[in-house]
């Protein structure tokens, strides 16, 4: 340690006591950093408490090479951190301190007793275990740059550090206390912020149709973002035709999960990891999703079906001879998109009406109004660029002896516990960095 960090207050501040915060400080102080941790919130961990429906989805049941192909191009950033603290890291170091965990059919890694409070506590346990000083109730205000360290001006006073480490998450669930304050201090020191939206989030809609089958779920469904095409081009002033160009829907992202009918529009882990696409987007209003609500049946299979279905049923009713694997509510509802009355007879379905439902069913679009926004996202979007972040490290290119972990940095991945084991991995290698 250098002489000059002696006459400091702190050598490391951590700011922000979430998932990156409390693995960064235990990590500073357990390498006999004078470690201080700072979180404005009355309760640290707020986030890891309300993930998971309350139970806090740990990580997934991947390696690290899953979880950096999980997150596309930007997962490369992560190797180093991956390296220091994997899946199979985290989940051996909550067992160690006595929570046991398990793995559900999608993947998921949870706490065998479904209690998030379980995974704050076994983090909190290995903080207190460490001289580090945890603070709450206290919000940070500002970051100077003083000599080779900062000067920190909080709500109640000021204090220096030699190191800091930003782990304040984005503005998802600002209920939690994520404002988006990292993103504030960034901007004032220098750095590029990628323009932060909300991912992970519900995705909402103005067409009455779907906010009718509210409550209803689809176990699996293959969702497509689509784009419209450009608007033609306007004739040119001499009054001649603009040249002919063929223009397509472009498809933006394409998942599959399980969706859910809300009273705003859908939602489901399916429509989560869709949701990026839309609020990333510069007019997200003009998007669709279009719905396979059989991903592994084919429009063809389904006519052929549906034909052999009609000329057996006699008298029956039309709704009869749809796929019993799909909610009746929503049978009536693609009927009535396909033009067809439900309590017709099914031996009336003609060539046409086949071919429409066959394509309600595969191909159904849903217009986009936007998203719930931040207050209902589980993660940020967007947020420190990570060109300007040293991935070894986790320390600012830009800044020396200031480090960035966890939401706050440019990283989302998919619904899963990927953004949480991303959280963990950061906030562990910053702490072992400083």
């Given at each position: 340690?250098a002489?000059?960090?002696?006459?400091?207050?702190?050598?490391v501040?951590?700011?922000?006591?979430?998932?990156?915060?409390?693995?960064?400080?235990e990590?500073?102080?357990?390498?006999?950093?004078?470690?201080?941790?700072l979180?404005?919130?009355?309760?640290?961990g707020v986030?890891?408490?309300m993930s998971g429906?309350?139970?806090?989805?740990?990580?997934?049941?991947?390696?690290?090479?899953?979880i950096?192909?999980?997150?596309?191009?930007?997962?490369?950033?992560?190797?180093?951190?991956?390296?220091a603290?994997s899946?199979?890291?985290?989940v051996?170091?909550v067992?160690?301190?006595?929570?046991?965990t398990?793995?559900e059919?999608?993947?998921?890694?949870?706490?065998?007793?479904?209690k998030?409070t379980?995974?704050?506590?076994?983090?909190?346990?290995?903080l207190?275990?460490?001289?580090?000083?945890?603070?709450?109730?206290?919000?940070?205000?500002?970051?100077?740059?003083?000599?080779?360290?900062?000067?920190?001006?909080?709500?109640l006073?000021?204090?220096?550090?030699?190191r800091?480490?930003?782990?304040?998450?984005?503005?998802?669930?600002?209920?939690?206390?994520?404002?988006?304050?990292?993103?504030?201090?960034?901007?004032?020191?220098?750095h590029?912020?990628?323009?932060?939206?909300?991912?992970?989030?519900?995705?909402?809609?103005?067409?009455?149709?779907?906010?009718d089958?509210?409550?209803?779920?689809?176990p699996d469904?293959?969702?497509?973002?689509i784009?419209?095409?450009?608007?033609?081009?306007?004739?040119?002033?001499?009054?001649n035709?603009?040249?002919?160009?063929?223009?397509?829907?472009k498809?933006?992202?394409?998942?599959?999960?399980?969706?859910l009918?809300?009273?705003?529009?859908?939602?489901g882990?399916?429509?989560l990891?869709c949701?990026?696409?839309?609020?990333g987007?510069?007019r997200?209003?003009?998007?669709?999703?279009e719905?396979?609500?059989?991903p592994?049946?084919?429009?063809?299979a389904?006519?052929n079906?549906?034909?052999?279905?009609?000329?057996?049923?006699?008298?029956?009713?039309?709704?009869?001879?749809?796929?019993?694997t799909?909610?009746?509510?929503?049978?009536?509802?693609?009927?009535?998109?396909?033009?067809?009355?439900?309590?017709?007879?099914a031996?009336?379905?003609s060539?046409a009406?086949?071919?429409r439902?066959?394509?309600a069913?595969?191909?159904?679009?849903?217009?986009?109004?936007?998203?719930?926004?931040f207050?209902?996202?589980?993660?940020t979007?967007?947020?420190?660029?990570?060109?300007?972040?040293?991935?070894?490290?986790?320390?600012?290119?830009?800044v020396p002896?200031?480090?960035?972990?966890?939401?706050?940095?440019?990283?989302?991945?998919?619904?899963?516990?990927?953004?949480?084991?991303a959280a963990?991995?950061?906030?562990w290698?910053?702490?072992?960095?400083?």
């Amino acid at each position: 340690m250098a002489d000059s960090d002696a006459a400091l207050d702190w050598d490391v501040v951590v700011v922000g006591a979430g998932a990156a915060g409390l693995v960064a400080a235990e990590r500073a102080a357990h390498r006999g950093r004078r470690t201080l941790l700072l979180e404005k919130s009355r309760k640290p961990g707020v986030k890891i408490l309300m993930s998971g429906g309350t139970r806090c989805n740990l990580t997934h049941a991947t390696d690290s090479q899953g979880i950096v192909a999980a997150y596309g191009p930007p997962g490369r950033f992560l190797h180093s951190a991956l390296a220091a603290l994997s899946p199979q890291d985290l989940v051996a170091l909550v067992e160690r301190e006595g929570v046991a965990t398990k793995i559900e059919s999608t993947g998921k890694i949870f706490p065998a007793s479904d209690k998030a409070t379980d995974i704050l506590a076994a983090f909190l346990t290995r903080l207190r275990r460490t001289s580090c000083q945890l603070v709450l109730g206290e919000a940070l205000v500002s970051i100077v740059q003083q000599g080779e360290g900062f000067c920190l001006t909080t709500s109640l006073r000021s204090l220096t550090a030699g190191r800091v480490i930003v782990t304040t998450g984005g503005q998802s669930y600002p209920g939690c206390g994520t404002t988006g304050d990292g993103f504030r201090w960034a901007v004032e020191l220098g750095h590029r912020l990628v323009p932060p939206r909300p991912a992970l989030v519900p995705v909402t809609t103005n067409d009455a149709w779907v906010r009718d089958l509210q409550g209803v779920t689809i176990p699996d469904v293959a969702l497509r973002v689509i784009e419209p095409p450009p608007e033609p081009a306007a004739p040119p002033a001499n009054g001649n035709p603009p040249p002919a160009r063929a223009s397509k829907p472009k498809c933006l992202d394409v998942r599959r999960g399980s969706f859910l009918f809300a009273h705003f529009g859908m939602s489901g882990p399916v429509v989560l990891d869709c949701s990026r696409a839309v609020s990333g987007h510069p007019r997200p209003h003009s998007l669709s999703l279009e719905c396979d609500f059989l991903p592994d049946v084919s429009e063809a299979a389904i006519d052929n079906t549906l034909h052999a279905a009609a000329g057996n049923a006699g008298k029956k009713q039309l709704i009869a001879i749809l796929p019993e694997t799909l909610p009746r509510r929503l049978c009536e509802a693609l009927m009535n998109q396909a033009e067809l009355t439900p309590e017709s007879k099914a031996a009336e379905l003609s060539r046409a009406g086949r071919a429409r439902l066959a394509q309600a069913i595969k191909r159904t679009r849903i217009a986009i109004s936007g998203t719930r926004g931040f207050a209902k996202a589980e993660v940020t979007a967007g947020g420190v660029e990570l060109a300007e972040v040293d991935s070894r490290t986790l320390e600012s290119k830009l800044v020396p002896n200031l480090y960035w972990a966890g939401e706050v940095l440019d990283l989302d991945g998919p619904i899963g516990g990927y953004n949480f084991q991303a959280a963990f991995s950061t906030g562990w290698l910053a702490g072992e960095s400083v």
